[in-house]
């Protein structure tokens, strides 16, 4: 039996890198990254206490929040093998109920879901492996995960019908003297039903508060009511911020106050707040290691970027069914430097998001991703599939290993170096299950997601003003 290893971070290096090279020259060689086994990243020894973390400062304009991994912080030690399952298991859930609602969209068909009690709209799922920040809320500290396939930020509020446990106080408007309600009869509640699919639920009074309802692909829900009150990031106000003020939420939310919704809605935080950071804000998601930590920056300030390669940018897509997520054209993927062949590479668009866990690719792409990576990583034993990942090896009796390089391409110069931690899924510490972190889709004709998995240590540019996002590799780390 294979000896169980220690949770430390992993450890890596570029077997050889040819920085500059035309990409028809990479295909002569294959490009490999070191993988260190002896050093896996799951199974973290959460502590909630350390990820109360109100870490935060201002550089020239710019806030920048510390980023945690959410798995990491909250929630009782479980069987990892057990909850690893179930989590794959609900992040399939969530993107087909997304690939529902974008068909539904692009269609026309989108209709307005007030007659049911929960309704299924767009949201990413909040179950594991997602990221949070704090911010401040009517001068209360509130730890929120951060998602930019949702629009609406909201949090827990007293007094609350039902709630699931979390470890800050919960909000209670009542207290607070900048609070108001947000009303019926207002055009804030009218725009509810391009943000989340669910119009305002009003009486026949229109000086009723303005009610909502946003519901996840896992069965996660919230309702209550809209509000505005101030809110204030790294020491920078946003005033009369719109959010949901819950009443009644349900669903595997972690211990935390609430979500924090950047997409780009005119409900969504980046909206609402473009007066003062400009409608830009950037990321770098770390690792799930222990203690790892990464920053969320509201504003366009580069000196605060630590990144290892330059900025490259790519345009956003537009799609006036679906213009509150972000859409990019993907125009080719290399496999340790090697270029695929797929009729569909570069004819489609790819949704980049920061909620999903496993990046899901198209059936003829996927597929001639898998036969590539095969390829190269050749002469290692299989092991069972596990959940949505088809492609899985039995490391145990090796130290380190070679594995091959992905790269995503994305029209004009922009591309996404997949950082060795996004590139296998460690199932089992001991390396007797490691899975290729990518899963494909059930049709050719859905969208493909980039997900946070392989988002890991870059850092990721959304400028919304421009309609541009940017990417290069970055080491993350907070401050």
């Known amino acids: 039996m294979a000896k169980q290893m220690g949770v430390l971070p992993l450890m890596?290096?570029?077997?050889?890198?040819?920085?500059?090279?035309?990409?028809?020259?990479?295909?002569?060689?294959?490009?490999?990254?070191?993988?260190?086994l002896q050093n896996v990243e799951w199974n973290p020894?959460?502590?909630?206490?350390?990820?109360?973390?109100?870490?935060?400062?201002?550089?020239?304009?710019?806030?920048?929040?510390?980023?945690?991994?959410?798995?990491?912080?909250?929630?009782?030690?479980?069987?990892s093998n057990k909850k690893l399952q179930k989590d794959l298991k609900l992040d399939e859930l969530q993107v087909q109920s997304l690939q529902s609602h974008i068909r539904k969209a692009v269609s026309g068909n989108i209709e307005d879901d007030s007659n049911t009690q929960i309704p299924l709209t767009s949201g990413i799922k909040l179950q594991t492996l997602n990221y949070i920040v704090t911010m401040e809320l009517g001068g209360r500290n509130m730890t929120v995960i951060v998602d930019t396939g949702s629009d609406l930020t909201w949090i827990q509020c007293r007094p609350c019908r039902?709630?699931?446990?979390?470890?800050?106080?919960?909000?209670?408007?009542?207290?607070?003297?900048?609070?108001?309600?947000?009303?019926c009869n207002s055009s804030t509640c009218q725009s509810l039903l391009f943000a989340t699919g669910y119009s305002g639920a009003c009486s026949s009074d229109p000086t009723m508060a303005c009610n909502y309802v946003v519901s996840y692909g896992d069965g996660s829900y919230t309702q209550g009511e809209l509000g505005q009150e101030r809110l204030r990031l790294g020491g920078i106000p946003v005033e009369h911020f719109v959010f949901g003020c819950g009443r009644n939420n349900k669903g595997l939310f972690g211990g935390v106050s609430g979500l924090m919704g950047l997409g780009r809605s005119s409900i969504s935080l980046v909206s609402q707040?473009?007066?003062?950071?400009?409608?830009?804000?950037?990321?770098?998601?770390?690792?799930?290691?222990?203690?790892?930590?990464?920053?969320?920056?509201?504003?366009?300030?580069?000196?605060?970027?630590?990144?290892?390669?330059?900025?490259?940018?790519?345009?956003?897509?537009?799609?006036?069914?679906?213009?509150?997520?972000?859409?990019?054209?993907l125009t080719g993927i290399s496999v340790g430097g090697i270029n695929l062949r797929a009729p569909s590479l570069g004819k489609g668009r790819i949704l980049i998001d920061s909620g999903t866990v496993i990046t899901r690719l198209i059936p003829s792409i996927y597929k001639a991703l898998k036969a590539e990576f095969l390829k190269q990583f050749s002469g290692f034993p299989s092991a069972p599939g596990f959940s949505i990942l088809d492609t899985c090896f039995n490391l145990s009796a090796y130290q380190e290993v070679n594995i091959p390089t992905i790269r995503m391409y994305f029209e004009g110069a922009a591309e996404l170096d997949v950082d060795v931690t996004g590139i296998f899924y460690f199932v089992k510490i001991d390396a007797s299950q490691v899975c290729l972190a990518l899963a494909s889709l059930s049709y050719e004709d859905e969208i493909g997601i980039i997900a946070n998995y392989q988002q890991k240590n870059q850092r990721i540019i959304y400028d919304t003003k421009q309609s541009k996002l940017g990417i290069a590799s970055e080491a993350c780390s907070f401050p």
């Open 273 to 329: 707040s473009s007066s003062v950071f400009g409608g830009v804000f950037s990321y770098c998601l770390p690792s799930t290691q222990n203690g790892a930590s990464g920053s969320l920056v509201l504003g366009e300030n580069f000196s605060v970027y630590k990144n290892l390669t330059p900025i490259y940018y790519t345009r956003m897509i537009p799609n006036p069914q679906l213009s509150n997520f972000y859409f990019l054209n």
């Open 45 to 79: 020894q959460r502590n909630a206490l350390n990820c109360l973390s109100h870490n935060s400062r201002m550089k020239k304009g710019a806030t920048i929040l510390e980023m945690m991994n959410r798995d990491y912080c909250y929630g009782k030690m479980v069987d």
């Open 162 to 183: 039902s709630c699931y446990n979390q470890k800050e106080p919960l909000y209670n408007p009542s207290t607070s003297s900048s609070y108001q309600m947000v009303l």
């Open 12 to 36: 890596f290096s570029l077997a050889f890198m040819l920085p500059g090279v035309a990409a028809h020259a990479l295909n002569l060689l294959e490009e490999k990254k070191l993988l260190n």
